[in-house]
């Protein structure tokens, strides 16, 4: 009897001990939803990423991406210059459905050039199912308080409020927009954490990497879903890179060339810190992670768009069509080529349709969920087609199965081209002239769509106005 008691005994404050400890222990919420990590370039040429090619400039991490998910070959932004293209990828709708045509002002003063309130940004929605949210590095959604990236549905907040920015600590001198005096002086302000201005030690790519890392561990700690925006400005101009990065180029002469290259292995560098971060947090099945350019490499920063025709600013491929490449451990077959087009605008649908939100009847999604296509459920094309309108230009383009029509300036002086993009990726031969009906039928379906857009809702501001957007 005496035995079975102290048998008994030991048995009750073994329990005991076992809850006890239960009860110190952080009880973490279970992540129902996958979270999202999107990484965004600025001005990256379609051809400077390893997985589309590229030889003088490794980028093994930004690869790996690729590599364990999918590569599009097709993917495309939905405004070939910065502004405009973050408002639709953030939106999951084409930004000329809020008159979004131009990329905004800085004038702080200004509380109509910029995301328009009405519109509810990825932040905003993914809220809606418990998720925290950061956006890092580059806002560009307006610079007035309405627009702050805090009341868009953002919960942490680190980088610059405007289109561009210096990357070396010691140029950051400004507090604020206030103290700009001068065009582009915005490209001087310090930091931003939040509200507050921060001071900055390290080479700012390096510095945006390692508050996106600060933030992953913060939310992975705590059990928390969630989503990092992670928006690099590299490598957009000015052309900036410290030694550390400069000297991993000693066979590129073109000394522009070399400070690209510098710029986007620095990007590289960081993309594989976070990937570590997500393995290290045991969340890397569990996340989502894109990566794409905001828009097609640029003319003033050495950056190469292959084989595609035009840059930044233009509706030819080179304009539009960007890396993009996206993973999902577990869910998506790794190591695919995806050939069919895609569009930013579906990121933020993929996501959502990984939630119980309901998007809202007002404001539809142009953007699809890319998931049933990517594993094989669907075999058809996520797009009837795709859109795009330079509003100042009068300048427009869509793309249907093979086939797009453009006219890359303005309609009423240079007639629209057509070209069959699986025989010639390069647009280089119009056969508009032979398939007029095919051209007709393209045309009448952009009008229908360019109907239901808006104008322009802020007037780029002029005259002897510093606060002119680039």
Not at 238 to 265: G, H
Not at 302 to 319: H, I, T, V, Y
């Amino acid at each position: 009897m005496k035995k079975i008691s102290y048998f008994l005994l030991l048995l009750v404050l073994g329990l005991v001990t076992v809850a006890g400890i239960a009860i110190d222990q952080p009880v973490k919420k279970k992540n129902k939803s996958p979270n999202l990590i999107v990484i965004m370039t600025d001005d990256m040429g379609w051809a400077d990423v390893g997985f589309n090619g590229c030889k003088d400039i490794p980028t093994p991490n930004i690869d790996v991406i690729a590599d364990q998910g999918v590569k599009f070959n097709e993917g495309y932004v939905s405004f070939p210059v910065c502004g405009p293209s973050r408002a639709g990828f953030l939106t999951g709708r084409y930004q000329d459905r809020f008159g979004y045509t131009t990329n905004p002002s800085i004038d702080p003063n200004n509380a109509i050039s910029g995301l328009p309130v009405e519109e509810e940004t990825i932040a905003q929605v993914l809220k809606k199912a418990d998720y925290k949210s950061a956006i890092i590095g580059k806002w560009h959604m307006g610079t007035n308080p309405v627009f702050h990236p805090l009341v868009r549905g953002f919960d942490y907040f680190y980088g610059f409020l405007s289109g561009g920015h210096n990357y070396f600590p010691e140029n950051l001198t400004l507090n604020g927009l206030s103290e700009v005096t001068s065009k582009w002086g915005w490209y001087r302000t310090k930091i931003i954490e939040n509200r507050e201005n921060v001071e900055t030690t390290d080479y700012l790519t390096d510095e945006l990497t390692n508050s996106a890392v600060k933030y992953i561990n913060k939310q992975a700690d705590a059990g928390e879903n969630f989503m990092v925006y992670l928006a690099y400005n590299a490598p957009h101009t000015p052309l900036q890179a410290t030694e550390k990065y400069l000297s991993r180029f000693p066979n590129i002469t073109n000394k522009k060339r070399k400070t690209y290259a510098a710029m986007v292995s620095a990007v590289d560098d960081g993309v594989g810190r976070v990937l570590q971060t997500l393995k290290d947090k045991g969340v890397d099945e569990n996340t989502i992670i894109v990566f794409l350019s905001d828009n097609g490499g640029a003319h003033n920063n050495a950056s190469d768009n292959g084989p595609l025709r035009g840059k930044k600013g233009d509706l030819f491929e080179g304009g539009v069509r960007v890396p993009f490449a996206i993973r999902w451990k577990g869910v998506i077959p790794a190591g695919q080529t995806y050939e069919n087009a895609v569009s930013s605008l579906d990121i933020m649908a993929t996501i959502v349709a990984q939630t119980n939100v309901k998007i809202s009847k007002e404001r539809p999604l142009d953007g699809v969920n890319l998931l049933p296509f990517l594993t094989g459920k669907d075999k058809g094309a996520p797009h009837g087609y795709l859109f795009w309108r330079k509003w100042e230009q009068n300048a427009m383009a869509i793309r249907h199965g093979n086939y797009k029509l453009v006219a890359n300036s303005k309609q009423n002086t240079i007639p629209s081209e057509l070209y069959d993009l699986s025989e010639d990726g390069a647009e280089t031969i119009n056969i508009k002239a032979e398939n007029k009906k095919i051209a007709a039928d393209l045309t009448e379906e952009w009008n229908n769509w360019n109907a239901q857009l808006k104008d322009r809702v802020f007037p780029t501001l002029g005259g002897d106005k510093w606060w002119v957007a680039e």
